[in-house]
């Protein structure tokens, strides 16, 4: 096995990891905004609750399984209470009052964790089970938690494919998404239906940033540059579209990691000096939203509408 | 002379008196506080052309900001310290990028064009982080400040101070004139209804893009103002949360009445220089604030101080 190819490999596998990651908090954000019409920017701050909370009852219980329940089921909390106390008032506002209002929620989530576990990054561990490394074939060895994201992330991704359309939960939405006053008026309970969509959304931010934290810094804020990559992501694959989601959260997460990974020694073998060291880094931060701007440009509804509108 | 217009002057007035305030006061540190509220003041104006007018919400718009003031911070690197260098240049480097910016994002709309500002503008910010030519994530230091010769010292805080209180003078006369002219009435007519301006043979398309590249511009004016004022640039100008903040400003003051924007700059710099001096968690008070300006009362300050003029609008769909 030459060296070229593990190397493809082990960052095949590091953005797929990345893209599914994406995924988990690009299919909330598409969701809650395909059937309440409305942008979460504080969709960030769920992620960051679910890693806090998983990373700080981890450290104190020692059982990940705990942390992870915790971590899941607090952001889920956090966004029922956001649904009911702020987002059930701007439903009906513009978009220009949802971006407020969460960027609003935005400060206040980063403050508050700020206070409780101050500005640093917090330790988050990997559990024992998964700390090793695996040995996928010969002369690469992959990081078994990382593995263990992609499996979880592609299970998660499945589940939401079989309660979005093959159950009864799933109609609902996809009514709702496609004609909500339609839907209402044949006697779906949105208001329930909305608070669970966007429990739903935030679980699987939570989960998101549960499973990221020990692969990237527990910070306050740790959420913001997520949600501006999953809304690359959302755009990209069209918003409302789940399998839009899935897809452009893969393509981002492949473009993303090749760049930064081939990007330096690509332009090191095209240029001499040190024009590679200076260019690939900004190169490699630009690629995505090139990425972005190049699909806009010829189809701005994105890649993957949904069909329903 | 309507009531907006008194009320920007009244504006302008008390801006070009705070330094005689400062003196009698004793209080030297509130030339530099309100020298900021200004140019910030400058960055929302420009914001609430194409927000308040053409309704579009823009929530990159701090990259223009930071893109003039990396122009200034990066000529000055390579010694280049004229001023009639910095400032055309930083104008015409915001424009372009609000032109590229402009041209692909209003291909879309609604939450679309939000996202996707905001997309940009993030790509500012990291573009900046990851030059590490120019200080990376550290910033750059600028010597000193553009250098206009001996007529306009601007290592002065008084005469700097006063060159960007005529400069926000001289753009808000301009964006009244712009906004009532007829490419201003285009704007707000789209605002209202853009098919049916399409209908009428309208190209939106350009003049949306052209609002856009104006607002870039002004935008990247108060960049270049802000690197003069702070000799100092860095990524963070470029944070999104830059960008929110200056939404913040628009609202908070009032949108589409040009002097609101001002007044929200004054609001909001001050209330987090008080803040700040309270409490490290200041943005948790802010957040709240907000979220009560979007659930109790969005007209802003200059809609209150205008109430009874208020003349009910439509809603527009966008």
Known sequence: MSAGTVLLVEQSLNGLQFGIMLFLMAAGLTLVFGVMNVVNLAHGSLYMVGAYLCASVFAASGSFLLGVSTGIAGATLVGILFEVTVFRRIYDGDHLDHVLATFGLTLICNEVVRMIWGPTALFAAVPQGLAGQVQLMPGLSYPAYRLAIIVVGLMVAGLLYVLVNRTRLGMVIRASASNRTMAAALGVNDVVLYTIVFGLGAALAGLSGLMAAPVFAVTPGMGDNVLILSFVVVVIGGIGSVRGAFLAALLIGFVDTFGRAFLRPLLASLFAGNVADNAAPAMASLLIYALMAVVLFFRPQGLFPPRTR | ?318
């Open chain 2, 1 to 318: 002379m309507d009531r907006t217009k008194v009320l920007a002057m009244l504006t302008v007035l008390g801006l070009a008196l705070v330094p005689v305030a400062a003196w009698a006061f004793d209080e030297p540190f509130w030339i530099d506080l309100f020298a900021r509220v200004a140019i910030f003041a400058i960055a929302a104006l420009s914001l609430d052309l194409i927000l308040g007018f053409a309704g579009l919400v823009s929530f990159g718009h701090a990259i223009y900001m930071g893109l003039g003031a990396y122009t200034v911070g990066i000529l000055s690197y390579h010694g280049i310290t004229a001023g009639l260098v910095h400032f055309p240049a930083a104008i015409v480097v915001s424009a372009l990028a609000a032109l590229m910016i402009g041209a692909i994002s209003l291909r879309t709309s609604g939450v679309f064009f939000i996202m996707i500002t905001l997309a940009f503008g993030q790509m500012g910010y990291f573009l900046a982080i990851s030059i590490n030519a120019y200080g990376g994530d550290d910033g750059l230091s600028i010597n000193r400040q553009s250098d206009f010769g001996s007529l306009l010292r601007l290592d002065d805080l008084h005469v700097f101070y006063y060159l960007v209180i005529v400069i926000l003078a001289a753009l808000l006369w301009l964006g009244f004139r712009l906004v009532n002219s007829r490419f201003g009435l285009l704007l707000q007519a789209i605002r209202f209804n853009e098919r049916r301006m399409n209908a009428l043979g309208f190209p939106t398309f350009r003049y949306k893009l052209a609002a856009f590249v104006i607002s870039g511009a002004v935008c990247g004016l108060a960049g270049a103002l802000l690197a003069n004022l702070t000799l100092f640039v860095s990524p963070s100008l470029m944070h999104w949360f830059r960008s929110g903040e200056l939404l913040v400003m628009v609202i908070a003051g009032g949108m589409a009445t040009l002097v609101g924007p001002v007044l929200g700059a004054i609001i909001y710099l001050m209330l987090e220089h008080v803040l700040a001096g309270l409490t490290v968690h200041w943005p948790a008070v802010l957040g709240a604030i907000l979220l009560l300006i979007v659930l109790f009362g969005k007209q802003g300050l200059a809609g209150i101080l205008l109430a009874r003029k208020k003349v009910k609008e439509a809603k527009p769909h966008g």
